[in-house]
């Protein structure tokens, strides 16, 4: 029988994978005891550390060891235990979520459940941490892998911290990285530059593959530059191999999401079947539950490229996406039609007045939902914490008379985690009305600055936060502003919308952006507390014009701002290639200029000191700084005085030779060796636990 083509990828995967051979051991001996020793196995590192790799290595030795391996990629469900549960039970083959437990211990052997992208579906960890995982057959290995560690609620409870292991994924060793080239047909004489430049970073090290894949007789000769992932795709993008490929990667950076159909409509002239499968098979492009998105990295620099190179085909396919976009939330209703809004304003992440003001990542968030029975005592609790009890009494108050007007978001327990009140100002009693300050002074400014005529409504966004941000920058708040500004676009005969905030100065530049006027008339006082008012009168932009303006601000105020600085990429090093980074840093302890091309100084260990607008030699000054706070700390540890000045008069103070630091120190040359061998190893074990956060 002819074999699939997912057989034939997963031999292809298999035959490039190299390396982690520590998790893999430990992974076997799991694989070896049936309940296994842990239940739960958590792995994570930062995107393109080769997580997804390693879980499909982990799948197939799970079958070979005659196990059962089901592996849920949580980009594609929903953050919701119904949906995650319905997920699961289509991939096991059980009938019904009640029936889960009992298929899996069914089971005659063990079966590992790998969830990769975790971080997709954060909404539900404290469910899975206490309802799922808990109710789960002894039999069953959980496998996380994700961008985030996880929650210290995961260790904080004892019993959970006695069946889970945490692993944070390091970049390839010196060795595995060199298999790897081998492996994809990298010159040899090739390899130390790339080794070098990468510290064995395996995104890094699959895009140079992929170029050289591409190109014949192709040189590796990286810029001086930090950021690996930038400066490869960078390179990468010179030497795509049609115009038309280009624009496919300029649509796909430009775009929050990517599909076939996005592609026809903004490249109508090209193959876009061809050119979907193309970036579909690119090692910096991910593929999500709703189309493809490029590693945050690759997106930024091919976005800067284009802005610097061509600002009229920059504009050009703005347009475009947005034509498209806006069509389609003409077409849809519901979840499909919040995500085409999310993607419409997604196309002003770049412009620097807006970018504060929203979470423009694409991972899953809160469902909407609307108000449920019991809702109403959590969100007056929620309007009470922030606001205080007279404002509290007003959102009970609307919250009965009009729930119809509110969409809530949810927690992982059903819990609402925050929620948005419209009240149509038209249709509102005014016995209603008169029980609150917020809505006699909407209908004070409509009756004498923008009287309705018939068949004109006005909205009221009356109440609006997050649970814990309250009106801060949040997933929350962002789909709030999202489902606004579906309001704004799909609510027939709109003429005015009203939208109260706590903060008036802080929302003022991207209100202004957005032609939000400043209404003091609307202000009005609850509980001691003003509160100012930005609105917008439907009449005199109507939302086609609107959208235009907002088009033609966004591409006129990019075209005067210098491309954003690219953020650091962190410098995920190996053990291995820590201790020697280490080790180089001492050896260079005065010379400040070659301490910044230290790769330490792109590791966590400084970047969480460092401001992000530092440069090299600013990092190369914190580094400074930790290694002397190391061996202070080294100099207090009882009974190493030996081992530190070992230490100290061989980098700090260094003797001509060795065996001078000897003479000095009055030590025999062995037992001088055998000191400085000694506070070596504690300078990098300490060093190494602040690293990666033991």
Known sequence: MVGSIRERLQAARHSRFV???????????????????????????????????????????????????????????????????????????????????????????????????????TPLDNWLRESFVPNLPQNVLIVIASRDAPAPAWRADPGLGALMRVIALRNLRPDETRQYLQLRGIPAEQHPAVLTFTHGHPLALSLIADTFAQHENFIFQPEQTPDIVKTLIDNFIQKVPTPDHRAALEVCALARLTTEDLLAHTLPNADTHALFEWLRGLSFIETGRDGLFPHDLAREAIMTDLRWRNPDRYSDLHHRIRAYCTAQISQTSGLRQQ????????????????????????????????????DITPLVAMVTRHEGAESGWAAKHWLTRWPGGALIWRDASGMPAGFLLSLPLHEIDPRDAAEDPATIAALRYLNAQAPLRSGERATLFRFWMDREAYQGVSPIQSLIFVNVVRHYLTTPNLAVTLFPVADVNFWAGVFGYASLDRIPSADFTVGGRRYGVYGHDWRVMPPGAWLALLAERETVLLSDVPPPVPRRTLTVLSQE????????????????????????????????RAHPEDGDLARAGHLQAILEEALAGLARVPRAEKAYRAVYYTYIQPAPTQEQAAERLDLPFSTYRRHLKTGLEWLIAQLWGLEIGK
């Open 19 to 121: 390396g982690r051979g520590e998790e893999l051991n430990f992974f076997a001996a799991l694989l070896a005891h049936c309940p296994p020793p842990i239940n739960i196995l958590y792995l994570h590192g930062p995107g393109g550390i080769g997580k997804s790799a390693l879980l499909l290595e982990f799948t197939q030795r799970v079958v070979a060891a005659g196990g059962h391996a089901v592996l849920l990629d949580a980009r594609t469900i929903e953050p919701d235990p119904d949906h995650f549960l319905r997920a699961l039970c289509t991939l096991i083959g059980c009938p019904h979520p009640d029936a889960l437990n009992d298929t899996l211990a069914s089971a005659a052997s063990l079966v590992a459940i790998l969830i990769d992208t975790y971080e997709q579906i």
């Open 577 to 608: 290639d820590f201790s020697e980074a280490v080790r180089e840093a001492l050896r260079n302890w005065n010379q400040i200029e070659r301490q910044a091309t230290n790769p330490l100084i792109n590791s966590r260990l400084v970047a969480e």
């Open 339 to 374: 995500q085409r809004l999310f993607d419409l304003i997604y196309l002003h992440r770049e412009n620097p007045v807006v970018r504060p003001y929203f979470e423009w990542g694409v991972s899953a968030a809160p469902l909407t939902d609307t108000i449920r029975g019991g």
